[in-house]
């Protein structure tokens, strides 16, 4: 954008609004109370702005194509702590000055700061008075307007403005948003707050279809949308809205409602972190089962030392450590965090059932309960897996897996490498052979 | 919040032994913030690249895996266009033995061996299973123009 703009921006400490042309670098500064707390509310290219406010006559009885909404403003504040919608102070100080007619667009720019927060709210509203859905994202004052329908309005603004900058992509979603929530507002009363001006703004629009943005909305909602308003507004309105309402029922996060390109990666990051969560918890029985034995000289590494791979500190011998059923040891405090969250081994993968079940096996196989001459497990890392891997990298396995092995001789490596010796995992069995021993009783 | 002992072992010794190609530089003012670059694999598509990473070490870490994204323009099936990365370790295959420099390694390892059956980027992963020579060509041209030496 260029000097070509106008710029409208609003103060909320005093409500004082005032416009600027261009792109003026510098502070913003309400030039009435210095405050800072200050608010782009509108960009818009010049000549637009100055054809809205040549064909703006009169105070808006109702909401023409050029008109500014002030939700936008509002919508702008969204993401400001404090409430979004003008204080009603607000409307008394606006006299009726033509420059202010120029405040039509939303603010592009405005995303970069309040991206999720601008339109949030609207998508919010509809939710809540078009479907009775009860959303606590809701600011508690606006239950006191009609937001149901300057929603329909800013829905239709937003999407406007992003046809007319020619942001095709985005356009193309929030027409969506604009076209299912506010494709035709009921009534175009677009002052959130109850003021004397109300009652100018309660005649029906007499043009419901004057807004080419409107008919925008009518194409994209298709033919049921295109007929239906011109008989009952509200009706179809809420019947988009209780579909929206149930869509969006099932959410929890009400921010989970994208209205740009970037919200839209956020939720798609969000949900690719959320969609594998990897393995489920082990039951905190099984955790508590596991195995405990003292560090011990066998269990050291080439350096002499030891380390528990979760948490990275040196282990002393003598230290108490959690055994799983698969050789690998860490301290209880660690593997306890991790097995609560996902059971399985964090060297070798397997589930404490899994290795139980592979251990017992090998014993009795090998030698027969009670023996101490038993086969180690040699855990294949393969049947850990019940669920094929990702992009498995063919060097991730070994390399990744070496380098955190690299400091830990003790711990039997499950590709096969056989540092693990016999003495080391007799001398574990001793203890596992009563451990499992009342496992076997239980089960 | 403290910085856990084992961010601060798992930077010493990236620092102290970095691995070949890759590099982690923790931010000054957030040390569970790095700066990683990551050199393109010799006989790849992104050789004689380097690519910048960011990653970050959330919370929970080792808990949960570190979260790891490219910065630089990036032609592979398995990173979209705002370089997040579909890779198992940095998901459900995380664990918690894994480190910053295990999970950098998989991700170089990543750019040798695209895996274009579990895309990220579909379009890229379409071009490169329908013609593979010309995908393969376009990723050595974005490498060439956005991760120049």
């Given at each position: 954008m260029s000097?070509?703009?106008q ?16 792109n ?9 109370c ?6 782009i ?5 010049r ?6 406010s040549?064909r ?17 403003q509002?919508?702008?504040?969204a ?5 979004p919608y ?12 033509p ?5 039509s667009a939303?603010n ?5 700061q309040g991206r ?12 809540t ?5 009860n959303?606590t ?9 009609q937001p149901?329908?300057s929603?329909g309005?800013s829905?239709?603004r937003v ?14 979603f ?7 929530f506010?494709?035709h507002?009921?009534r ?18 007499p043009?419901?279809?004057a807004d080419?943005?409107q008919n925008?909305?009518m194409h ?8 239906a ?9 809420n ?10 029922a099932?959410?929890?996060n009400?921010?989970?409602m994208a ?15 959320a ?12 955790i508590?089962?596991l195995?405990?034995?003292?560090l ?9 030392k ?21 050789n690998?040891?860490?301290?209880e405090i ?7 969250a996902?059971?399985?081994c964090p060297?070798?993968?397997m ?6 079940e592979?251990?017992?096996?090998s014993k009795?196989?090998?030698?027969g309960p009670g ?7 040699t855990?294949?890392?393969?049947q ?25 001789r003790n ?6 490498n ?8 007799r ?10 021993g009342?496992r076997?009783?239980?089960? | 919040m403290?910085?856990p002992?084992r ?30 670059t990551?050199?393109?694999p010799?006989q ?7 690519f ?5 070490l959330?919370?929970?870490y080792p ?23 579909c ?5 459900s295959n995380?664990?918690?033995?894994l480190?910053?420099r295990t999970?950098l390694?998989s ?5 040798g061996a695209?895996?274009?059956?579990d ?10 299973k329908e013609?593979q020579?010309?995908?393969i060509?376009?990723?050595r041209?974005?490498?060439?123009q956005?991760?120049?030496?």
């Amino acid at each position: 954008m260029s000097s070509s703009q106008q710029i409208s921006i609003v103060c909320h400490e005093c409500e004082h609004e005032w416009q600027r042309r261009g792109n003026t670098p510098g502070s913003l500064r309400c030039p009435e109370c210095a405050s800072e707390f200050v608010e782009i509310v509108s960009i818009r290219p010049r000549h637009e702005a100055e054809a809205a406010s040549s064909r703006q006559v009169t105070r808006r009885p109702t909401l023409e194509p050029g008109e500014t909404s002030p939700l936008n403003q509002y919508a702008s504040g969204a993401n400001q702590a404090l409430s979004p919608y003008r204080p009603p102070s607000r409307q008394h100080q606006e006299a009726p000055d033509p420059g202010e007619m120029d405040i039509s667009a939303f603010n592009i720019a405005n995303r970069a700061q309040g991206r999720t927060g601008t339109l949030m709210s609207f998508t919010i509203g509809g939710g809540t008075f078009g479907g009775s859905t009860n959303f606590t994202a809701m600011p508690s004052g606006r239950q006191d307007h009609q937001p149901f329908a300057s929603f329909g309005q800013s829905g239709q603004r937003v999407a406007a403005d992003s046809y007319e900058h020619g942001y095709e992509q985005e356009a193309e979603f929030r027409h969506n948003q604009g076209g299912i929530f506010g494709f035709h507002p009921p009534r175009p009363n677009w002052e959130p707050q109850e003021q004397p001006q109300r009652s100018a703004n309660q005649q029906p629009n007499p043009q419901p279809f004057a807004d080419p943005f409107q008919n925008l909305f009518m194409h994209i909602m298709g033919g049921n949308a295109r007929t239906a308003p011109q008989t009952d507004p509200n009706n179809s309105v809420n019947g988009l809205l209780q579909i929206m309402s149930q869509l969006l029922a099932g959410s929890d996060n009400l921010r989970d409602m994208a209205v740009n390109d970037e919200d839209l990666d956020d939720i798609i990051t969000h949900l690719m972190e959320a969609e594998s969560h990897g393995p489920p918890p082990a039951s905190s029985e099984d955790i508590e089962s596991l195995p405990k034995k003292a560090l011990d000289e066998t269990m050291l590494n080439e350096d002499g030392k030891a380390q528990c791979t979760i948490c990275m500190d040196d282990v002393a011998v003598g230290e108490e450590v959690k055994y799983l059923y698969c050789n690998h040891w860490f301290h209880e405090i660690c593997i306890g965090h991790w097995l609560q969250a996902h059971d399985t081994c964090p060297h070798c993968r397997m589930s404490l059932k899994e290795s139980r079940e592979k251990y017992l096996a090998s014993k009795t196989t090998a030698a027969g309960p009670g023996t101490p001459n038993v086969i180690p497990p040699t855990p294949d890392l393969d049947q850990g897996r019940s669920q094929p891997r990702r992009h498995s990298t063919p060097t991730r396995p070994s390399s990744s897996r070496r380098q955190s092995h690299s400091h830990s001789r003790n711990r039997p490596a499950p590709e096969g490498n056989n540092r693990f010796s016999a003495a080391n995992f007799r001398n574990l069995l001793g203890l596992n052979n009563n451990s499992t021993g009342s496992r076997e009783q239980r089960n | 919040m403290a910085l856990p002992k084992r961010i601060i072992k798992e930077t010493e010794r990236l620092m102290a032994e970095p691995v070949p190609g890759i590099s982690a530089v923790p931010h000054e003012d957030n040390l569970r913030y790095f700066d990683v670059t990551i050199d393109g694999p010799s006989q790849s598509p992104y050789e004689q690249g380097t690519f910048k990473l960011e990653l970050f070490l959330p919370d929970d870490y080792p808990m949960t895996p570190p979260k790891v994204r490219f910065l630089t323009k990036i032609y592979h099936p398995n990173i979209d266009k705002l370089g997040r990365i579909c890779l198992d370790v940095l998901k459900s295959n995380w664990s918690p033995a894994l480190q910053i420099r295990t999970i950098l390694l998989s991700i170089q390892a990543l750019l040798g061996a695209p895996n274009p059956d579990d895309p990220l980027a579909n379009d890229v992963a379409k071009r490169w299973k329908e013609d593979q020579n010309a995908a393969i060509q376009t990723a050595r041209d974005w490498t060439t123009q956005y991760a120049k030496k």
